[in-house]
């Protein structure tokens, strides 16, 4: 178990529909991160989060958005769904923002769009 | 831009041989290296971390060397065992507080009895 939390565990929803899924980090961890896998194409970096700011931003479509809040846990929104969509997406967590820091995953949330 | 390779192919070995996993990175000069395993459906998991300026490290059956001239790193698993089957992830990472996390596609590696 590494701490970190993700739910839902599965979502499925249909295209052009909005949905959250939300990530708690580890105890004491104030960097968030969200990565997207699809079969294809690896885990893709979407966006990371430090202390409640914005610090770097990968290949996330408008159509999504993110943040972190006061307690650090923090929402991924996505919008307008599309079937290439449909993918597991992870949160990671670490101490800070030193890149010897490891990652901590969070179990990820499995999200079909039909 | 920035490229990380790891064979796509999968890898398949007999039990109690030494599996070796390889990194290969393009246009960047990382800092540090970190390996990650990832069983299917779930999140990867942190295994070592190689800064640039060790050649080796090593942890328990795990070894992980880093050639920073040949841009590349190994990551070698001795006396494989079954439960050693999953995919091997590798990501070089910058120095500094702000980067980009970028990890490899990984490689599958299959323990056979």
């Known amino acids: 178990d590494s701490g970190v939390t993700q739910t839902p565990k599965h979502l499925i929803t249909a295209t052009g529909q909005r949905v959250t899924l939300r990530c708690s980090p580890r105890?004491?961890?104030?960097?968030v991160y969200w990565y997207q896998q699809s079969l294809d194409q690896g885990l893709q970096f979407l966006i990371q989060?430090?202390?409640?700011?914005?610090?770097a931003k990968g290949n996330i479509l408008e159509r999504f958005s993110a943040q972190q809040f006061p307690d650090l846990h923090s929402e991924l929104n996505l919008s307008s769904l599309e079937l290439g969509d449909s993918a597991l997406y992870f949160c990671?967590?670490?101490?800070?923002?030193?890149?010897?820091?490891?990652?901590?995953f969070g179990p990820g949330t499995r999200l079909t769009v039909t | 831009s920035q490229k990380i390779e790891q064979n796509s192919e999968a890898l398949n070995i007999q039990e109690g041989k030494t599996a070796t996993l390889t990194c290969n990175y393009t246009?960047?000069?990382?800092?540090?290296l970190q390996w990650y395993r990832q069983d299917p459906g779930r999140g990867p998991v942190f295994l070592l971390l190689?800064?640039?300026?060790?050649k080796e490290k090593r942890k328990e059956r795990l070894k992980v060397t880093f050639d920073t001239t040949l841009k590349q790193s190994l990551f070698h698993i001795t006396a494989s065992q079954p439960a050693d089957s999953a995919t091997y992830l590798c990501?070089?990472?910058?120095?500094?507080?702000?980067?980009?996390?970028?990890f490899g596609r990984g490689t599958s590696l299959i323990v056979h009895p």
């Open positions: 246009n960047y000069s990382p800092a540090y």
């Open positions: 190689i800064r640039e300026n060790e």
């Open positions: 990501a070089p990472k910058g120095s500094g507080g702000s980067y980009i996390p970028t």
């Open positions: 990671a967590s670490s101490p800070g923002l030193a890149a010897s820091y490891e990652q901590y």
């Open positions: 105890s004491g961890d104030l960097s």
């Open positions: 989060y430090y202390n409640g700011e914005e610090r």
